[in-house]
């Protein structure tokens, strides 16, 4: 089984897979070749696009949190966990409410009207004929 590799510099980030799985394979890595093959699709969604959302969204935190305190500021462990918790209350909520209420699912998976299109792109669909 060939497995999946980050495009190279240039290249645009399209998963391309091959079905190498035989018989004689002495590593299993998984039922078979298109449920990885759908997998990876959807990993690929969440290394592409989820990940820049959330990176925006722990950025944004993160400046908001840090933004007031200097590079040459001396800061004890437990300032530096007040100040990572507070990163964390932005981003995971800040009651048990709040975090049960957060939805990550939308960094995982794209929305379902782009379902296809991520499927296509990744080249587990063909897409449909215009004709």
Known sequence: MALAQPPQPGQSSVISLEDHD???ASINFGNDFETNRRYLTFSWYLLHRGYGQILEKVRSAVEEVFGSV???EGITAGRLSELVLAVRRQMEGSSEQER???RWLPYVLPPREEEDAVLVESGVITP???A
Request: glycine share 0%; no cysteine; hydrophobic share 15%.
């Open 128 to 130: 449909p004929s215009s």
């Open 70 to 72: 200097s590079p040459t």
């Open 100 to 102: 049960y209420a957060t």
């Open 22 to 24: 035989d018989a004689t």
